[in-house]
């Protein structure tokens, strides 16, 4: 087997139509083995990375070379070599990759070097970086590696959290594997997440109940108080409501900001959707329904003589029954748990989060979204989408 030289050749410019093509076509004319290209075009600028294999000794080495000058001072591009170390070649497995997502109505350069220091404190090194976001630099996403495979994705996420709150952003760690781009199940709670209010407080109004019901709800959600009991409790309190009243809530709920979008986007990818609440089916059922869902679980009210009785029929939705519920569905769709992602507020909501392949705290307190891991707060609901590498062009397709 002959040996090779391995050459990176970088070229830069105004971007115009065929500079790719020209450029490949002189490599392929001389049998050149091209290893690796990368390029990209930003505001109409052009950077083109090719990293080519010729044999040690070859003449015909200095022609290629010679001809990618001329062909690229004829394109008006400026055009490096450099030797390329033939153990760097093939050596990404050596590498443990992480995808670093930020959020934010306004990234300023500031978070982009305080992002960028911590990730060399931990000795990752950034390979790429890329805006998904159109006009503002709302978002972005790094790709960094590691020889470290000893680093965890939450380990990242605690040195990076102290800047949420510095900047006004969010930052999500994950792993860069196949799996991230290839999520097929998103379930996600109803009350504070899919819409904007929580439905047993808003019926508690209507019988004049409602600081009693958010009181117990809003220890319920910080885990203060045992889920089940705590749904019995709130329940009884909304003995003698009519039944029509649920209907006439139903018809006041305001969604979540860029929840429509999320569903949308996630349907025409065909992504399988499942809301998995604590809250009750006469309105996750509608909500299935108005938004396409695929699945619908919850807690069903006992109505007697068109009036709610304060019982809850059948087995309650815990926090336990949500994680078995992405469990199974997971397993209906023939599915890994690394393919799915979970999305809530409370902490009813934790163990499904700890069961998916990527599990959100959405607008969540800070025990849960510490517990999570990941978190979204000062965006929609829709940008979530960019955690799965989905730029806000795509959303728009």
């Known amino acids: 087997m002959k040996e090779k ?40 600028r052009l950077t083109l990375y090719l990293l080519i294999g010729i044999e040690k000794h070859n003449l015909n080495s200095e022609t290629v070379l010679k001809e990618l000058l001329f062909k690229a001072k004829q394109l008006g591009l400026d055009l490096d070599f450099a030797a390329f170390d033939s153990d760097k070649v093939f050596d990404n497995q050596k590498y443990k990759y992480f995808a670093i997502t930020c959020l934010g109505e306004n990234v300023n350069s500031g978070a982009v070097a305080a992002i960028s220091e911590i990730l060399a404190s931990k000795n990752l090194n950034i390979e790429n970086i890329k805006k998904l976001a159109h006009k503002n630099l709302n978002c972005f996403e790094i790709i960094a590696k590691t020889e470290q495979f000893d680093i965890k994705s939450k380990e990242l996420t605690k040195s990076l959290m102290p800047l949420n709150a510095q900047y ?15 999520k097929r199940l998103v379930v996600m709670d109803m009350d504070s997440t899919l819409i904007q209010v929580e439905v047993i407080d808003e019926l508690a109004k209507l019988l004049n109940v409602g600081e009693k019901v958010s009181q117990i709800t809003e220890k319920a959600m910080n885990g203060e108080i045992d889920f089940t009991e705590s749904l019995r409790q709130r329940v009884a309190l909304l003995k003698g409501l009519p039944e029509e009243k649920l209907t006439e809530v139903y018809n006041n709920i305001p969604f979540t900001k860029g929840a429509k979008r999320l569903i949308k986007v996630l349907k025409k ?60 569905i997971a397993e209906e769709l023939g599915i890994s748990l690394d393919q799915t992602i979970a999305i809530g ?32 707060s000062s965006n929609g609901l829709d940008s979530i989408l960019y955690l799965l590498g989905i730029s806000e062009h795509d959303m728009e397709l």
């Open 345 to 376: 507020d409370g902490a009813n909501d934790l163990k499904m989060i700890s069961k998916a392949g990527l599990g959100i705290a959405f607008n969540a307190k800070p025990k849960v979204r510490e517990e999570a891991g990941t978190f979204v």
């Open 269 to 328: 990818l065909g992504y399988k959707t499942a809301v998995l609440s604590g809250g009750f089916d006469f309105f996750t059922s509608r909500l299935k329904e108005e938004l396409g869902l695929d699945y619908a679980y919850s807690n069903r009210l006992e109505i007697k003589d068109g009036k709610l009785t304060g019982n809850v029929i059948g087995e309650i939705v815990t926090g336990k029954r949500k994680a078995e519920l992405l469990i199974s």
């Open 168 to 182: 006004n952003i969010d930052i999500a760690v994950q792993k860069e594997t196949i799996y991230r781009k290839s």
């Open 5 to 44: 030289e391995y050459i990176l050749v970088s070229i830069y410019g105004k971007d115009k139509p065929g500079i790719t093509a020209s450029i490949t076509k002189i490599l392929a004319e001389h049998s050149v083995d091209l290893i690796n290209i990368d390029q990209a075009a930003v505001h109409g």
